[in-house]
C-alpha cells in the first residue's frame, strides 16, 4: 500500500494543474487517469492550438445553478497568471476574435509545459490505471483499489471531468463518486454542441453545408450571441450555435438574424431607387452567401421578383424571415461531438474557496466535473486552471 498526501483522478486540465501547484508547494501527490496519454482533450482542443485561456474572463460567462460560486477562484488565478506561466516557457500565442488566445503553433506545448510542471513538484503519474474501488477509513483516509495496487491518501481530488467525448475517455467517474459520499449531482446535458433537425428542413438546408454567415442568435431565454453559424449536413452549427446551445432547452426555438450587419429595409430602399430592374435575388446575393439566396428562393421565402416588384408588405416579410428566422432544432448532437458537459456536481455541496466537498473532509471535485460551465473561447480552461489552483492551495 503506497501512501501519498494526496491523489489526484484525472490527468485532464484541471487534474496535471492541480497535481502540478499542489506537488511544487510540498506535497506527495500522486495523479491517476485510464488513458494512455495526459490532456487528450487539450490536445483536441482549438482545432489543435489550444484556446487556453481569454482575455475577457468574467462570472458571467459561466453557467451554474450557483452563478456566485465561480467568482472567487476566477478572480484568485485569473487569465493573466496562465498568460504569465505560457510566457515562462516561451510558448508563442495570438489573439484572435472576442479575446480567444490559442498557441501560435501547437496544443501540444500546454501538455508539454503541464507535464514539465508535474515534475517540478515530483508528482507521480500513473496512467492506463482502472481504479476499482474508493474507499474512505474511520481515520480519514481515502483507499483506491487499482488495477494492481492500493494507494492512499488524506485528501482525494476528483478530476474526471464530464461526459463529453466518451472516445477521449470520459466517463461519469466524478458523478459516481459524489453520490457515493452523498453529494448531490444536477442533471447533465450535453454543452457547446452542434444542432440537428427536423427532416423536412434538414433536407431542404443540406444543399448548403459547409456555408458559414455572420448572425445573431437569440435563445428564448434572451440570451443573445453575436457570431458565425455554419449549416451542417446534420443540421446547424458554427460558434454562434455551440454558444447558444447551452442555453436552449428541449423543445424551444432559436431566433436567427442572417444580416446582423446589415438594415435590410433602408438597402432595398436604396437599391430599388438606384436600380429598380435588378432582382431581388441578385440584390440579396450582395450580403449573402449565393447558395443561401438560392436555396431560400426554393424554399419560396424570396419571391422571384425585380426589386421595383417588390411591395411594402412581402418586403416586411422577407426582413422578418431573414432577420428573425424561428428554428425548432430536433436535438443535438449529444456527448459525442460536445464541447462540454452542463450540471454535475451541486457546486452548493462544495467550498468556493477550496473546491473541497463541505460535508466530506478531505474530498475535492475541479474543473467539469461540476456544475460549472463555460462559454465556447477558452473560457472552460480557465475554469480549470482557476478551480485546480484553488484547490492545490489547500492540498
Ligand atoms: P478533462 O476532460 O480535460 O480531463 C478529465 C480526465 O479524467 C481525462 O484525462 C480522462 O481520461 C480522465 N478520466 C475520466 N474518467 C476517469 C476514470 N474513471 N479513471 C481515471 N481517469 C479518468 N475548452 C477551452 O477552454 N478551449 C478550447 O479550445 C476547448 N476546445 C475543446 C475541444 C474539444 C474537442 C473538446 C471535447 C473540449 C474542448 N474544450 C475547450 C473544453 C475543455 O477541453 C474542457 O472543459 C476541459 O478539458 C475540462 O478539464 P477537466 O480537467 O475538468 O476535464
Request: with cysteine; charged share 20%; glycine share 10%.
Amino acid at each position: 500500500m503506497e501512501r501519498f498526501d494526496a491523489i489526484v483522478v484525472g490527468a485532464g486540465a484541471a487534474g496535471m494543474f492541480c497535481a502540478a501547484q499542489a506537488g511544487q508547494a510540498g506535497a506527495r501527490v500522486l495523479l491517476l487517469d485510464n488513458g494512455k496519454k495526459p490532456g487528450r482533450k487539450i490536445l483536441m482542443s482549438g482545432g489543435g492550438r489550444c484556446n487556453f485561456t481569454n482575455m475577457y474572463v468574467e462570472p458571467a460567462a459561466y453557467l451554474s445553478q450557483n452563478p456566485h460560486f465561480c467568482k472567487s477562484a476566477l478572480a484568485r488565478y485569473t487569465q493573466w497568471d496562465f498568460i504569465d506561466l505560457v510566457g515562462k516557457y516561451g510558448i508563442a500565442w495570438h489573439e484572435k476574435t472576442l479575446g480567444q488566445l490559442f498557441c501560435d503553433d501547437s496544443a501540444e506545448q500546454i501538455v508539454a509545459m503541464l507535464v514539465a510542471e508535474c515534475e517540478k513538484g515530483n508528482v507521480t503519474t500513473r496512467l492506463r490505471t482502472e481504479i476499482i474501488s474508493v474507499e474512505r477509513t474511520e481515520d480519514e483516509d481515502y483507499v483506491l483499489q487499482l488495477n494492481g495496487a492500493t494507494v492512499v491518501a488524506k485528501k482525494l481530488v476528483i478530476a474526471s471531468g464530464g461526459l463529453s467525448m466518451p472516445g477521449l475517455g470520459a466517463s461519469p467517474f466524478g458523478y459516481k463518486i459524489a453520490e457515493q459520499f452523498g453529494l448531490k449531482v444536477l442533471p447533465t446535458r450535453a454543452g457547446l454542441v452542434p444542432f440537428t433537425l427536423h427532416k423536412p428542413l434538414l433536407e431542404q438546408l443540406q444543399v448548403l453545408s459547409g456555408v458559414s454567415v455572420p448572425s445573431v442568435i437569440t435563445a428564448d431565454d434572451g440570451t443573445v450571441f453575436r457570431e458565425n453559424l455554419l449549416f451542417t449536413h446534420r443540421g446547424l452549427s458554427g460558434p454562434a450555435v455551440l454558444q447558444i446551445s447551452s442555453y436552449w432547452q428541449s423543445g424551444e426555438f432559436v431566433s436567427i438574424n442572417l444580416l446582423p450587419e446589415c438594415d435590410l429595409d433602408a438597402f432595398l430602399d436604396e437599391q430599388r431607387n438606384a436600380h429598380p430592374n435588378q432582382s431581388l435575388k441578385n440584390t440579396l446575393a450582395m450580403q449573402l452567401p449565393k447558395r443561401l439566396v438560392e436555396c431560400l428562393q426554393q424554399l419560396g421565402q424570396i419571391p422571384d421578383v425585380q426589386l421595383k416588384q417588390l411591395n411594402s408588405k412581402d418586403q416586411q416579410q422577407l426582413v422578418e424571415t431573414l432577420t428573425c428566422w424561428r428554428v425548432q432544432p430536433n436535438g443535438t448532437e449529444g456527448y459525442r461531438t460536445a464541447e462540454v458537459t452542463l450540471g454535475g456536481v451541486d457546486t452548493h455541496e462544495l467550498s468556493s474557496r477550496t473546491m473541497e466537498a463541505r460535508n466530506v473532509p478531505g474530498l475535492y471535485f475541479i474543473g467539469e466535473v461540476m456544475d460549472v460551465t463555460g462559454w465556447l473561447g477558452g473560457y472552460n480552461f480557465q475554469w480549470a486552471w482557476a478551480s485546480a489552483w484553488a484547490c492545490a492551495q489547500a492540498l
